[in-house]
């Protein structure tokens, strides 16, 4: 799993974590997640299926989808989430540069 950005304001880009196989020959998608403090317990790991310890959790607030008709990114709220999740002007500027970086790239590669 890679994680893009740094996280700003409790928000960050990484990969979309699939239960199971990911789709094949799909548009690059990428999730935006929001980090948030709990007490310590004990979880297992979907990746490793290892037992640990977790006092920090993150859960999906929207995704940017590439759509190559357009070609431009599209930005997919969970429902409500993004609405009520309080972000500011840094995590949004985060956002638009990362679309912008990546958008070049998918284009440059195509």
């Not at 699939?18 to 790991?45: L, M, R, S």
Request: a negative charge; one cysteine or more; aromatic letters at 12%.
């Amino acid at each position: 799993m890679t994680n893009y950005t740094e996280i700003v304001d409790e928000f960050q880009i990484r990969d979309v974590v699939y239960i199971g196989e990911p789709p094949k020959n799909t548009p690059p998608k990428f999730d935006i997640v929001k980090w948030v403090d709990c007490e310590p317990h004990e979880v297992i790991d979907l990746i490793t299926k290892k037992k640990k310890i977790q006092s920090r959790y993150c859960y999906s607030v929207a995704f940017l989808e590439w759509n190559p008709k357009e070609p431009c990114f599209e930005f997919k709220s969970v429902g409500l989430r993004w609405l009520r999740s309080g972000a500011g002007e840094d995590v949004i500027k985060m956002i638009l540069d990362f679309a912008e970086k990546k958008a070049q790239e998918i284009l440059r590669d195509e």
